[in-house]
């Protein structure tokens, strides 16, 4: 069918500026099909070639290059397309996350709308049933003088002429006394009225608290592939270079966006962080302690975190550290007497806060806390291992009470298991996750904003985010350099 096209349209292929003369030649100065009137005239100088001559040697050179492009060019192209069909599943599953979250959204500013005008009517009733109790029990006090005044004038009346005298001034004196108390009452006397009077709708504010759309985009700079081992651990020391570590390697790397090895430190660790001042800040399972290092890694101090091993470690907006700390025993399993530990320190060593139970003082925040980020609202989020393939997102104010716990909600996978933290400048938060192969995007509020970037050969692990630049470590030993604009 599709040659049997090709060879009709060709046969119909007639030159349009010259009476429709047959297309003979090909010009390859100008890429176009020529005539015989248009080599004379327009054409007379330019490279062709006769449309036969042309074809004959096309016969025999495009079903080697037709092989080619199927086999190597092709299924990249596939591929491609599976990229477009999946960027458009991922448009439609943030339209359809991002619809539910202004319909939760609608909903609690309703629900709060409620409550509020609920507590104007119970404020309303309340005033109400007040001014009603006051205002029967004074009517029940001039009911009681308009009774005692009946009784008296019609006693007075009936029987002035048998009273005796004294009892005529008496009675007159007490019935004076009562009219006089009685004609203290007065509903209008004293009139204290409850009045709502409405606000005025600031549409503007309404607006804003509602909250508006904000573009974020991921753009690819740098794709490292040096044949790293799986990266355990990366740390952005400026836009264009950062330190890793490598499952396997214990001596921290600094590599430039191209990959190149800058240096390679002599002191082992498990995990690395830098300070404000450029120093190396690490932590060693085997020594049991943490360390501040000068960039020639020389020691200005070290201290014991005994009986608990310090894995990992992350820097604070104050410079101060966060460090995940274990103990001995089994690594989900846990007793009793097990210890599961974030603690924030000084970089002198001083524990400022231990991050452990929940607000009872009994209940386990973690099982294995992992990698941690400080938020920009001092929130503190810590990746918690429930075994080696499902987790958590634990966030926690400053002071360690329990704000949320994100588990996944708004990703099409059951299962859930992040893989690193990371904290942007609008307070949302990054996290790799390991079944979807993505980094996402959560507000400060645990709400499921967006995928950032999803692959589908290889799996970003860890992640550092300095200044624009989203550094990516793969779980394949891949490094990529994120361009990620707000």
Request: aromatic share 8%.
């Amino acid at each position: 069918m599709a040659t049997s096209s090709y060879k009709a349209q060709y046969a119909l292929k007639l030159c349009k500026n010259h009476d429709k003369k047959e297309l003979i030649a090909y010009c390859k100065t100008c890429q176009e099909q020529i005539c015989s009137s248009c080599i004379k005239e327009d054409h007379s100088t330019h490279d062709w070639e006769m449309i036969t001559d042309i074809v004959r040697e096309k016969k025999r050179s495009l079903p080697e290059d037709c092989k080619v492009i199927r086999a190597k060019l092709l299924p990249g192209l596939k591929k491609e397309l599976r990229r477009f069909d999946r960027k458009i599943e991922e448009k439609e599953a943030c339209f359809k996350q991002t619809s539910s979250t202004l319909h939760i959204s609608r909903q609690s500013y309703i629900d709060e709308s409620n409550r509020l005008f609920d507590n104007r009517i119970d404020t309303c009733r309340r005033k109400s049933e007040s001014a009603i109790q006051i205002y029967k029990g004074k009517g029940e006090g001039l009911k009681q003088k308009v009774e005692t005044l009946d009784t008296m004038t019609t006693a007075l009346g009936k029987d002035i002429n048998t009273l005796p005298d004294h009892d005529i001034l008496d009675m007159e004196k007490e019935m004076r006394d009562e009219l006089e108390r009685a004609l203290s009452f007065s509903a209008d006397k004293s009139t204290c009225t409850t009045v709502f009077v409405p606000g005025q709708m600031n549409v503007q504010a309404l607006d804003k608290m509602i909250g508006e759309f904000h573009s974020v985009s991921i753009e690819e700079m740098n794709d490292i592939d040096k044949g790293f081992n799986t990266l355990a651990s990366i740390k952005a020391f400026s836009e264009t270079n950062t330190l890793v570590r490598l499952i396997g390697d214990s001596h921290p790397k600094l590599i430039d966006r191209e990959g190149v090895v800058l240096k390679s430190m002599k002191t082992s660790c498990a995990d690395i962080t830098i300070s404000n001042n450029g120093h190396f800040v690490l932590t060693s399972l085997s020594n049991q302690s943490v360390s501040v290092l000068t960039e020639v890694e020389k020691a200005i101090r070290t201290w014991c975190t005994k009986p608990l091993r310090p894995t990992f470690i992350s820097k604070t907006e104050n410079d101060n550290i966060l460090v995940t700390l274990v103990d001995d025993g089994d690594t989900f399993n846990l007793l009793p007497t097990s210890r599961r530990v974030v603690q924030r320190m000084s970089l002198t060593g001083k524990v400022l806060h231990t991050y452990e139970f929940r607000e009872d003082g009994k209940t386990r925040l973690f099982t294995l806390p992992n990698r941690t980020a400080e938020n920009k609202n001092t929130d503190i989020c810590v990746v918690n291992w429930f075994s080696e393939d499902s987790g958590e997102v634990v966030v926690l104010h400053k002071d360690g009470r329990r704000k949320y716990t994100y588990k996944g909600e708004g990703l099409k996978h059951k299962e859930f298991c992040p893989g690193d933290v990371e904290c942007d400048d609008k307070c949302r938060i990054l996290f790799t996750e390991q079944y979807s192969r993505a980094i996402h995007m959560l507000s400060s509020e645990g709400i499921y904003l967006c995928t950032l970037c999803q692959y589908e050969q290889i799996l970003p692990f860890v992640i550092s985010l300095y200044g624009q630049n989203l550094w990516c470590g793969f779980h394949e030993g891949k490094v990529k350099v994120l361009k990620y604009k707000l």
